[in-house]
């Protein structure tokens, strides 16, 4: 069984893959490098509280399929779009508020 | 102060073609009535790479089965189908229906109007239009779509403050505001890097896009 621990480690590994995507748009540089602080503050927060717990294996699942699909991004335009967008999806799977977190 | 439909070149009519396709009118239609976690699997299924509707079904599973879920799925799988220029432009067309569709739920009698300037005795006209507006009765109200926090610059935050002042100057309220298809935390990141004027333009997000309906 996959720990929430375990599954946090690998979407902040691929957040921070996606932020060296992103970038790319020098013009972006300091909103993605902010962005991906930001989220990866609140992945640590999600770790703190739940990573010793097991994740369910629906859970575990979804954040794979995720991982799969930012792998597929090689744009850093879309990148940049799914900086945000991938965390509340990790989220959602892990059933913890949208969007929250502290930048 | 007054409200004038911009002119309509080429660039609008185009626009108003897209803006009327129905499919930006179904999606905008269900995401009105769509919870936050599926504002956000619209988003991610737009800008997504993948097509195959049980991809996505197994990145959300908390959001399936579910009628409305299935519906927007379908519907944003579409937006994703279309070639990468024409995607950008119905999503941005899909967040202005949206935020007028919500606007219009207010039922307080209020015009609500796209692509609209506003003029001010004195001033010169800004280029590019308001996406959408609420026009009495009470205060007016001015709007900028965008899809993502990184649509928010200098330019819009200047173009809405400074029409709020304008207004001001004509003793008449004008609230302005930011709707944006994306979280309160990467419009905050965003924000955080600009310097123009934005304390008194309101900020809408994918967690309180559904307070457009109620707000006065």
């Not at chain 1, 859970?59 to 779009?81: K, N, Q, T």
């Not at chain 2, 967040?95 to 004195?122: K, N």
């Not at chain 2, 924000?191 to 994918?206: F, G, H, K, N």
């Amino acid at each position: 069984m996959t720990s929430i621990g375990e599954l946090i480690d690998r979407a902040q590994t691929g957040l921070e893959d996606l932020g060296l995507r992103a970038e790319d748009v020098a013009d972006e540089w300091t909103f993605a490098t902010e962005l991906v602080a930001a989220q990866g503050r609140r992945f640590g927060a999600i770790a703190i509280q739940r990573g010793t717990e097991d994740a369910p294996e629906p859970v575990a699942r979804a954040v794979d399929e995720l991982l799969g699909e930012i792998g597929l991004i090689d744009d850093p335009h879309r990148a940049i779009d799914w900086l945000s967008t991938f965390p509340d999806l990790v989220a959602i799977a892990l059933g913890e508020p949208i969007g929250s977190g502290s930048s | 102060m007054r409200f004038q439909d911009a002119a309509l070149d080429g660039r609008a009519v185009v626009y108003a073609g897209i803006q009327a396709d129905p499919l930006v009118v179904r999606l905008a239609g269900l995401l009105a009535d769509a919870s936050v976690g599926q504002l956000v699997l619209a988003r991610a299924v737009m800008n997504g790479m993948r097509t195959d509707p049980g991809v996505w079904r197994t990145i959300a599973p908390s959001l399936f089965p579910d009628d409305r879920s299935e519906a927007i799925l379908a519907a944003s799988l579409e937006v994703a189908d279309r070639g990468e220029q024409v995607r950008s432009q119905v999503r941005g067309a899909v967040v202005e229906a949206l935020a007028e569709l919500l606007l219009r739920r207010r039922g307080s009698g209020g015009a609500v109007r796209r692509e609209r300037r506003i003029l001010f005795d004195g001033v010169r006209a800004e280029i590019h239009p308001y996406d959408v507006t609420f026009e009495g009765p009470g205060p007016a109200e001015a709007y900028d779509c965008k899809w993502g926090a990184r649509g928010i610059n200098a330019d819009v935050l200047y173009q809405l403050d400074d029409a709020r002042t304008h207004a001001a100057d004509e003793d008449e309220e004008l609230r302005v505001g930011l709707v944006v298809f994306d979280t309160r935390l990467a419009c905050d990141v965003r924000l955080e890097t600009q310097t123009a004027p934005r304390d008194a333009t309101s900020l809408t997000t994918i967690e309180t896009l559904s307070q457009l309906a109620s707000m006065s």
